[in-house]
């Protein structure tokens, strides 16, 4: 291959052709650049699509970079491109996902005492998405498989890293939705004379 | 709306109290329980883990319950066990809730998602066009035909003396094309009589001759055989 130089052009050629995420340490050896060298060009092409309102967009997963279209144009772009929906994850799914991800590396048994079920068949269905994939064995007895999320995941949610996740606690549910589940749990809470005696005793 | 999933006990309870039953005397346990055993009988094996967990959870919330139906002497003292148990609940239930919600945001995250579309691979005709033509046999098809071959040589191998036969896939792709000079051919029968060395050379060589595109591979007359023929000049 005749050596070229990094340039918007060339790395946006590359990322059209491609149809799979580009690692930015394959195109930085590829043309004797550094790592950081192709993330500022990869900036300014995103600066130029946002300036001449592209229909495209760069994204990175991961240490990889990929062009997509634009989410708003979906629904006549997905006409044309006649791209096959994924069915919906199921809400056990979605779930479980987010345990995985969010407490990873992590065992079937830890995910189903979260979970209070059996979560064989969900996490199942996860590793045949693609989304998550056994990511080693635990160091105890039994040596229990260990599933981490993957690229695909990342790729699917959008997302640079698994930093990028928002922190689960702002997941927590707010005080009053707290409250309520405490005081379910509080014998007698309705009878404001024992309330205040369980409060006191706390 | 119920897809009879069986969610497990913290899903009910949960879905209890946001139901506004928001006292444990209104928790029924006895449904909790009958949702439970349900979901047993389905059940091809026991999960011990699982059945184990539940029986916690519905201790827990008897031993709640019972204390708060029955009236209590003067000076109550709040069980510490009891009062670890409810608040291991409270904690499980607000975890199991957490992860929920981080579920729905992962849903909103993958439904954008759905909806940016990256570069198709081109399946375009012209690349598929470049590729030799195998017909429609399956490499299993090509595998057995090997296995076939081999099997048989090696009923007759000899092994009080080894001797090494050396053929070359060169050799064997000469004699194939000469054979195919006077019509097409099964695999079969070019490699009728070899020995091993030479049927593997022959089964190699046809392999190479067909990616090279100068002969071509189809299904024979009977089924599972392979014939050869010399591909047609361009």
Same mark, same amino acid.
């Given at each position: 291959m005749t050596r070229q130089t990094l340039s918007e052009p060339l790395v946006e050629a590359i990322l059209f052709a491609t149809p799979e995420p580009v690692r930015a340490h394959d195109i930085a050896s590829a043309f004797g650049a550094s790592i950081d060298d192709v993330a500022v060009v990869v900036d300014r092409l995103r600066a130029g699509y946002e300036e001449r309102n592209s229909g495209l967009e760069i994204r990175q997963i991961g240490d990889a970079y990929r062009i997509y279209t634009k989410p708003e144009l979906a629904d006549a772009v997905g006409h044309f491109a006649n791209r096959s929906k994924v069915g919906r994850l199921s809400r056990p799914s979605l779930e479980t996902l987010s345990i995985i991800a969010y407490r990873q590396p992590i065992t079937r048994g830890e995910i189903s005492r979260v979970r209070? +079920?059996? +979560?064989?068949? +969900? +996490?199942?269905?996860l590793t045949e998405r693609g989304l998550v994939a056994e990511v080693g064995r635990e160091s105890g007895p039994g040596r229990a498989p260990l599933f981490g999320t993957t690229p695909l995941?990342?790729?699917k949610i959008g997302l640079g890293?698994?930093?990028?996740?928002?922190?689960? =606690?702002?997941?927590?549910?707010?005080?009053? =939705?707290?409250?309520?589940?405490?005081?379910?749990?509080? =014998?007698?809470a309705l009878d404001a004379e024992e309330e205040t005696a369980v409060a006191d005793e706390a | 709306m119920s897809l009879h999933v069986y969610e497990g006990p913290f899903h009910l309870l949960l879905s209890l109290i946001a139901d506004q039953r928001v006292d444990v005397c209104d928790i029924p346990i006895a449904r909790l329980c009958e949702d439970y055993l349900a979901r047993i009988d389905t059940m091809e094996k026991m999960d011990l883990e699982v059945t184990t967990e539940f029986l916690v959870v519905a201790a827990t919330l008897l031993a709640l319950k019972a204390k708060a139906i029955l009236p209590r002497p003067g000076d109550d003292e709040v069980d510490e066990e009891e009062q670890f148990e409810r608040d291991l609940l409270i904690a499980r239930l607000l975890e199991v809730q957490t992860f929920r919600s981080a579920g729905e945001h992962l849903t909103a995250l993958l439904e954008i998602g759905e909806r940016r579309f990256p570069?198709?691979?081109a399946t375009d005709d012209e !690349?598929?066009?470049a590729l030799p033509v195998l017909a429609d046999i399956a490499p299993a098809d090509l595998a057995r035909v090997l296995i076939d071959i081999v099997r048989d040589t090696m009923r007759t191998v000899d092994t009080s003396r080894i001797v090494v036969d050396q053929v070359s896939t060169q050799e064997a792709a000469i004699e194939i094309v000469r &054979?195919?000079?006077s019509?097409? &051919?099964?695999? !079969?029968? &070019?490699?009728?009589?070899?020995?091993? !060395?030479?049927?593997?050379?022959?089964?190699? !060589?046809?392999? @190479?001759? $067909?990616?090279?595109?100068e002969i071509e591979l189809g299904e024979g007359t $009977? &089924?599972?055989?392979? @014939?050869?023929?010399?591909a047609k000049a361009l």
């Open positions: 209070g +079920v059996n +979560v064989d068949s +969900v +996490v199942q269905t995941f990342l790729e890293s698994l930093s990028d996740l928002p922190p689960l =606690a702002s997941f927590a549910p707010d005080p009053a =939705a707290a409250a309520d589940i405490e005081r379910a749990l509080t =014998a007698g | 570069p198709k691979p !690349a598929l066009r &054979v195919l000079e019509g097409p &051919v099964t695999f !079969a029968r &070019v490699a009728r009589e070899r020995n091993l !060395a030479w049927s593997v050379a022959l089964f190699l !060589a046809m392999l @190479e001759l $067909t990616m090279r595109g $009977t &089924v599972g055989e392979l @014939e050869l023929r010399l």
